[in-house]
C-alpha cells in the first residue's frame, strides 16, 4: 500500500489496493476515485541511433503522427525485444517463476511482461516536441502485493528505473484550485508550499522546502517526480518524506494531493 503512519517508510503500492486513507481523502478534497497508482521512469534518445534506422534510406521524423509513430515502432523493434526478452529472463530467474506464471507479449512500440504479482511494461514514443527524438518509458503497476517490495530480488530487478509515482484520476481535479490553495498560504511560514505554473494553468508543480521530489499535477494526474531514478523501495522512500512535507500544510486541499 501506499500509506502509512508518519514514521514509518512507505513499504509497497497497488493498483487495485490503493489504500482507503488515501482515496477518502482525495475524495474529500474535490478529487474522485484513482483509478490506478504506478511507477514511472524512462531515458530516451535520437531516433537515428536506433539500430534499425539506415541513413541511406530513411529520414528523421518531423512530426509526431500515427505515420510516424508507426515508423518508430519499426525502428526500435531490435531494442524493444532485446529488453523485454531480458526482463523475462531476470523475472523468472530472481522470482522462481514457471511458466504459467509470467508471459511477455511484444508489439508495435510496446512490450508487456505480465507476471501473476505485477506487471511491467516499456513503450517507445516520439518526443512531441523534439520529434527526432524518441522516449523509452518503463511502467510498473497492478502490484499484488506490498510485500513484494520488501524483498531484495524484487527490487534489484527494477533498479535505477523509475523516477516518478504517479496516480491516475478518473475525474480529475481543477488545477486552478491547487494553485489557489498554495497562494493562499503564508510563504514566510515553515516549510512553506511553492507553485509555479504556465499562463493557461494546464498544470502546476509543487514543491517542499528540504525535498528533492515535487509533484506535478495536470488535472487528470499527479506525478510525484523524483530527483533520481531508483528501484521501487527507494521511489515510495522518497514518497514519505515528501508526503511529510505536504501533511505540515494547515490546507485540507493541499494535504490531501498525496495522502
Not at 498544470?203 to 509533484?215: F, Y
Request: charged letters at 25%; aromatic letters at 6%; proline letters at 3%.
Amino acid at each position: 500500500m501506499l500509506c502509512a503512519k508518519a514514521s514509518e517508510p512507505a513499504s509497497g503500492l497497488g493498483g487495485r489496493r490503493i489504500c482507503r486513507r488515501l482515496r477518502d481523502v482525495l475524495s474529500e478534497n474535490g478529487f474522485t476515485k484513482i483509478s490506478q497508482v504506478r511507477l514511472s521512469g524512462g531515458a530516451g534518445g535520437a531516433v537515428k541511433a536506433l539500430r534499425g534506422f539506415d541513413k541511406s534510406r530513411h529520414n528523421v521524423p518531423d512530426a509526431v503522427n500515427a505515420a510516424t509513430q508507426a515508423f518508430l515502432a519499426r525502428l526500435c523493434a531490435a531494442e524493444l525485444a532485446e529488453e523485454a526478452e531480458a526482463m523475462f529472463q531476470n523475472a523468472r530467474a530472481a522470482l522462481g517463476y514457471k511458466r504459467a506464471g509470467i508471459s511477455l507479449d511484444v508489439g508495435a512500440g510496446l512490450a508487456t511482461l505480465t507476471t501473476k504479482d505485477f506487471c511491467w511494461e516499456l513503450a517507445y514514443a516520439l518526443e512531441p516536441a523534439d520529434p527526432a527524438r524518441y522516449a523509452a518509458t518503463r511502467t510498473l503497476h497492478n502490484l499484488r502485493s506490498a510485500d513484494l517490495v520488501r524483498l531484495p530480488e524484487f527490487d534489484g530487478l527494477f533498479a535505477r528505473q523509475f523516477d516518478a509515482v504517479v496516480f491516475d484520476l478518473v475525474r480529475g481535479v481543477r488545477v486552478e484550485a491547487v494553485i489557489d490553495a498554495v497562494e493562499a498560504l503564508d510563504p514566510e511560514a515553515e516549510g512553506a508550499l511553492r507553485v509555479d505554473y504556465p499562463s493557461d494553468c494546464s498544470r502546476c508543480v509543487l514543491s517542499a522546502p528540504g525535498v528533492t521530489a515535487r509533484v506535478e499535477c495536470d488535472g487528470a494526474t499527479l506525478a510525484m517526480r523524483l530527483s533520481r531514478a531508483g528501484s521501487p523501495a527507494e521511489c515510495l522512500a522518497e514518497f514519505a518524506a515528501l508526503r511529510e512535507a505536504f501533511r505540515l500544510s494547515k490546507d485540507a486541499t493541499l494535504a490531501g494531493l498525496i495522502g
